[in-house]
């Protein structure tokens, strides 16, 4: 079935150094994808989406590259900070016409000062 | 502004009462869902509908039920809470088609002692 993988449970930086989180994704044909970041106290909001049509996608400073040869999707983001502390979930668009998105559990970032 | 909101913020209960967490959202979306949220284990689909009076089975449906009375308010109701149910609830809505992404609100957090 379809499934989204997100290995890292929990990554811890200082800021100015460089993020990684490693997403792949299972399913037939080609599906939209999409980044979510968690705050503290909130719920989870789009941090970036990407289609077949566009294969990358970048916001905040976050960027995000669709890579159907290895079906993944990692998130990157070059310096992060302080405030980039929360937890991120990748997501992609259900293979069947549900409307549903499925998530991976989610990454914890901790960025240290 | 487009919004979802949740009510209550944080709820406590004892087992076996009877709990109703509401969800209202302004976007003029068809598609609403219930997840849970727990250490873990991520985001979980309990039920969602695609319209007023439709109600969808998620992965994790057990002791809960839900009710879509307009295309704004979606419902979720646990009428015989047990500690196992203690966990924190989003509500997201969504126009449904390929490519468009959630709006979560800020989350409803559910303790039964």
Aim: with cysteine; net charge negative; glycine share 10%.
């Amino acid at each position: 079935g379809d499934s989204v993988i997100q290995m890292q449970g929990q990554v811890t930086l200082s800021e100015n150094d460089f993020l990684f989180i490693n997403c792949t994704y299972s399913t037939t044909g080609y599906p939209t994808l999409f980044w979510y970041v968690q705050y503290s106290g909130e719920g989870p909001q789009l941090l970036l989406q990407v289609t077949t049509a566009n294969n990358k996608g970048s916001s905040r400073g976050f960027e995000a590259t669709y890579d159907k040869g290895t079906t993944s999707f990692h998130l990157q983001k070059t310096s992060v900070q302080e405030i980039d502390s929360a937890v991120y979930y990748c997501a992609m668009r259900d293979g069947g016409n549900t409307g549903k998105l499925i998530f991976g559990l989610g990454t914890t970032l901790q960025v240290q000062p | 502004e487009a919004a979802v909101t949740q009510s209550p913020r944080n709820k406590v209960t004892v087992t076996g009462g009877n709990v109703t967490l509401s969800c209202r959202q302004t976007n003029s979306h068809n598609y609403m869902y219930w997840y849970r949220q727990d250490t873990g284990h991520g985001l979980r689909l309990i039920h969602y509908s695609y319209g007023a009076g439709n109600l969808q089975i998620g992965d994790v449906p057990d002791g809960y039920k839900a009710t879509r009375t307009t295309q704004e308010d979606f419902f979720l109701l646990l009428e015989l809470a047990s500690p196992s149910q203690t966990s924190l609830y989003f509500c997201a809505s969504s126009a449904g088609t390929a490519n468009s992404d959630y709006t979560f609100g800020s989350g409803t957090r559910l303790l039964v002692i």
